[in-house]
Structures are given as structure tokens and as C-alpha cells.
């Protein structure tokens, strides 16, 4: 094993079945490595991750046993320092393990990639200042995303995710965006989404840029413009599909910043986590800024 190694574990991930797997998950983890190299924490609330991976020791390993928001957390927490990420990925929507090649591993076999993998550098984004690791969604899918939040609990599932879109649809007023890239707009306009990547999917698989890279040094940009209500029911299949990119009111752009202007607050996501809603978002990638633990 390499150096010292902290686990973790989110309870809340995967729709609770973390919290459920507990025992299994820490069993398996003490049978893979000595004792006296690994830490296993269960996080008590949103946000402790982030103080869990400020705090493991400097030159370790960091591994996120969830989904997305778990690697989020552990992202920001080892963000600057030399300390590396693995995952564990059971979540229910695992971008970062896709970007990184992980989610088709079960729990043995990324277990021994936490522990015995190498260590890679891939690009680490910034977006006013925070970081993320797979991805940022500014607008449509981040509206939905909080209209979830205050769903009926009897709602689940697709049914949850149906009664957010047309929710948000009802009362759908595109904000203006200005989108400027190195001090040039480079778009202008009535705008559904933007999406902002290191990743090449977010929402748990959806290819919003397939050709992203996230060792390219490069933000990977999609602007959806003006859509109708129709227009966004008939472009969601495409984009689920990935057939969405010679959509004429799409537009990708690729480079190291870009500021996201509009013109009222709009909400936002970074690898899949709500985040506060703002009228500008500065973004940027770090070339080679975020240790990955991969196989
Ligand atoms: N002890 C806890 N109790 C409740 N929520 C927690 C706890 N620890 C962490 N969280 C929060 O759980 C949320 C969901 O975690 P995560 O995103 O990893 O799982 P997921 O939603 O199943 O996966 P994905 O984002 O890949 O779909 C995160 O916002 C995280 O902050």
C-alpha cells in the first residue's frame, strides 16, 4: 500500500444504500489494507467531507465513497495541496468515476485502485473561486434541480425529476447571458443552459460535450440558447441521447476561461451540488490541478 489513506463514506449516497452497506464497506476496506495506514469516516452531515479532506494528512490519499457531491466535497477539501482523490463510486449519478474510467469497477477492484492505484494529474476547475472536478450547469437543469428539492416526498424517481421539469417549464423566463472568453463575447443572447466541463457528462451520464477532456487544460462549453417550451420537451431526448450537438441553437466553445454573465441571478450546480445563485460566474481550469488516484 502507498502511504496513508482516509475513506470517505457518505451514508446518504445512493439513495441511502451507503448507509445500508456500512458494514460491509468497512469490513472490506480493513480486509484490503493494514490498519495502521487507513482511516474510515463516516460523514455526519452535508459539508463534513470537506473538513474530513482538509484534515487527512499531507502526501495521502483521499477516497470519496459515494456519489458525486462526496467527490465534490473531497475536491474542495484537498484543493491546493498535494494530497490525492480515489472513489468508490456509489452514488447515482458518478460523473467524476466515469470521467476518470471508474465506474464500471466494483467494490474489490476500486478498492485496489484507492489503495495501490497510481496517482494522475487532470485539470481542476475553478468557478469564482471554488473548485469542482467534473462539472458546472448554469440554468435549466439547475432550476430543475432545485424544484426537486421542494417536490412532494411521495414523489420519486422519474416522477420526481417529470413534476421539476414541467414545474420549471410553467414558468419558464430565459435570463440573457453574456459569455465571454478572453475578454471577447463570444455569445450573446437568450440562454436555456450553459454547461461548463471538465467532464463530458453530468446528470449521471448525460454527454453534454462528448468530446470533453479533462487533461486538455481546457473548459469544454455548451451554451443552449433560446428554446420554446416545446423546443426544451423536444431538446431533453436528444441530449439524454447525445444527439443534441448539431442542434443549430447549440454552441460549444473550448478554452482555459470564461466569464457567464447574466443579466438576474441564475442557479447553478458544480458537480451536481446546488450551489448560491449568481448574476456572474468567472470560470476557470487548472491545468494538471487535481491528484487522481485511477487504475
Ligand atoms: N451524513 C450525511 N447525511 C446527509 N447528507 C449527507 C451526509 N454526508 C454527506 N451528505 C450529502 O449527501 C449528498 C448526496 O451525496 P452524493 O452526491 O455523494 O450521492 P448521490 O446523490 O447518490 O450521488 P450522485 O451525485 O452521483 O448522483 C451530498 O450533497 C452530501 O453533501
Do not use: C
Amino acid at each position: 500500500m502507498s502511504g496513508f489513506t482516509t475513506f470517505v463514506i457518505n451514508p446518504a449516497a445512493g439513495r441511502g444504500r451507503v448507509g445500508q452497506m456500512l458494514r460491509q464497506l468497512e469490513a472490506t476496506i480493513r480486509q484490503h489494507g493494514r490498519s495502521s495506514d487507513i482511516e474510515i469516516i463516516v460523514t455526519q452531515a452535508p459539508g463534513h467531507g470537506i473538513e474530513v479532506a482538509r484534515s487527512a494528512p499531507a502526501g495521502s490519499r483521499v477516497i470519496a465513497v459515494g456519489g458525486d457531491g462526496t467527490v465534490h466535497e473531497v475536491v474542495r477539501g484537498i484543493a491546493g495541496s498535494d494530497k490525492a482523490i480515489g472513489v468508490i463510486p456509489i452514488g447515482s449519478g458518478n460523473d467524476f468515476a466515469r470521467m476518470v474510467g471508474l465506474h464500471r469497477h466494483d467494490l474489490g477492484a476500486a478498492l485496489r485502485t484507492a489503495l495501490h492505484g497510481g496517482i494522475h494529474p487532470i485539470d481542476l476547475g475553478l468557478v469564482n473561486n471554488q473548485p469542482y472536478g467534473a462539472s458546472l450547469g448554469i440554468g435549466f437543469d439547475a432550476a430543475v434541480a432545485r424544484k426537486a428539492l421542494s417536490a412532494p416526498t411521495f414523489l420519486r424517481g422519474m416522477p420526481r425529476y417529470l413534476y421539476s421539469i414541467f414545474g420549471v417549464l410553467k414558468d419558464l423566463q430565459l435570463p440573457t447571458l453574456e459569455l465571454i472568453q478572453n475578454g471577447q463575447t463570444v455569445y450573446q443572447g437568450p440562454s436555456l443552459l450553459v454547461a461548463l466541463m471538465n467532464a463530458s457528462t453530468y446528470g449521471g451520464g448525460i454527454p453534454i460535450v462528448p468530446d470533453a477532456i479533462p487533461t486538455d487544460g481546457l473548459i469544454s462549453a455548451a451554451v443552449a440558447g433560446e428554446f420554446s417550451r416545446l423546443g426544451v420537451v423536444g431538446i431533453l431526448p436528444r441530449l439524454i441521447l447525445g444527439r443534441h450537438v448539431h442542434h443549430p441553437r447549440l454552441h460549444f466553445f473550448r478554452g482555459a476561461e470564461f466569464t457567464a454573465r447574466f443579466d438576474r441571478p441564475v442557479p447553478a450546480h458544480s458537480d451536481g451540488e446546488l450551489i448560491e445563485p449568481a448574476t456572474e460566474y468567472r470560470v476557470h481550469m487548472v491545468p494538471g490541478g487535481l491528484k487522481v488516484i485511477r487504475p
